[in-house]
């Protein structure tokens, strides 16, 4: 497999930006955020919810398959930006010849069905709940409602490494890939968890963002005099399509980007919730990505996992500094726009840096922030991160082909 390379020939996610790509490219040039304010239990709180646009493209999947009624949202979600990313890259599910697999993700999994049938249980807990409530809170019902509605027969694997899990969902793929083990992956993750005891475990925490009626809820990297955490939570899910081509067999008009690398680590974390102050993770993750880079083309952009906590942020500012030294690559965060969305994170990360790299858009922020760089030439080359509760770490460097 050493004469391969793993590429991404087709994509789609459901966000607060929406669905479609021209959408979604157009709201990012817009530099306003797409969170919103909503009543979740009894709190009235800024979230990235989706639009309009998608709940009724759910809707419309669910009349058309009325057993999808019954999943949990994550599985849903999951399974429309499955199927578009699927039907995007051209592949047919009666291609024999081709083993594809499904590797998703999700950090909360099905939060809204546990805590609803929770709710009957705890009201009676020797009454009855119904008989489908293990196989639908299973984490496993994500990856195996996507591989049997597209009628897959290849490996399906789940997930969960807090807010790395996307990452996490594209490396086993791609181990999976050059391994010769399967030839085509959907790698992904899927995330609603805008549920009023998941909105209770983020505000225990004390990171959630205060601020009411402001234009940017979330502010990650903020340069104000007085920064503080702006956490904001938001749902959303995004999937990949993955194969492995012969390098002489590429062919730049029908797929997107190449992966080059990918680095992971883990440290033994100050606290449950946070990283050491250097980012040490993150300092050996995107070390490793680096090192087994394909191409010698510098770095041109760095897809921030900043969420707008201030000693989150900071850690990872430190661990690129001490990685680039004094001229790093210019950073950005796109959580501003749509909140948090956990595992889903990075993955939207992933659709970002493709869009910069076939579009050529260039993103900014729409506020003051700490680092001001913006890449002064069309972007080829991006690495994202992700950290997660636990101290882990991941970087996925992708570049043009």
Known sequence: MRNKSIIIRGFSSASALGINKIEILTNYRLRKSFISYKTIGNKFIPVGTINENIEKEIKQLIISEPKLKRLDRTAILALLTSKKAFEESEL?????????????????????????????FDKDPYGKIPINTSPLTTLGNISSTVASYLKLTGPFISHSSTCSTGLQSIANAIAWLKAGMADVFIAGA??????????????????????????????????SENPQNTFVLGEAASSFIMQAIDHDKINKAQYLVQIESIGYAFETPPSLTGISSDGKPLIKSMSMAIENM????????????????????????????????????????????????????????????????????????PYPVTVSKIPNKPIKKVMINATGFGGNAMSLIVSAI
Not at 93 to 111: C, E, F, M, P, Y
Not at 302 to 316: M, Q, R, S, V
Not at 336 to 351: D, Q, R, Y
Request: proline content about 6%; glycine content about 8%; charged content about 15%.
């Open 294 to 365: 394909i191409t010698d083309k510098n770095i041109d952009l760095i897809l921030l996992h900043a969420p707008g906590t201030i000693k989150g942020d900071n850690a990872e500012l430190a661990a690129i500094k001490q990685v680039f030294g004094e001229n790093p690559p210019a950073v950005f965060s796109g959580k501003w726009i749509m909140g948090h969305t956990f595992a889903t994170s990075a993955l939207l990360n992933l659709e970002l840096a493709i869009l910069c790299i076939t579009q050529g858009f260039i993103p900014r922020f």
């Open 190 to 223: 899927s995330e609603a968890p805008l549920t009023p005891f998941t909105i209770a475990q983020i505000e225990a925490l004390g990171i959630y963002s205060k601020d009411s009626g402001v234009e940017f809820p979330c502010r990650p990297l903020d340069s």
């Open 92 to 120: 047919t599910q009666s291609d024999s010849k081709l083993n594809i697999g499904v590797s998703i993700g999700s950090s909360r999994g099905a939060t809204s069905t546990f805590e609803s049938i929770f709710s009957i």
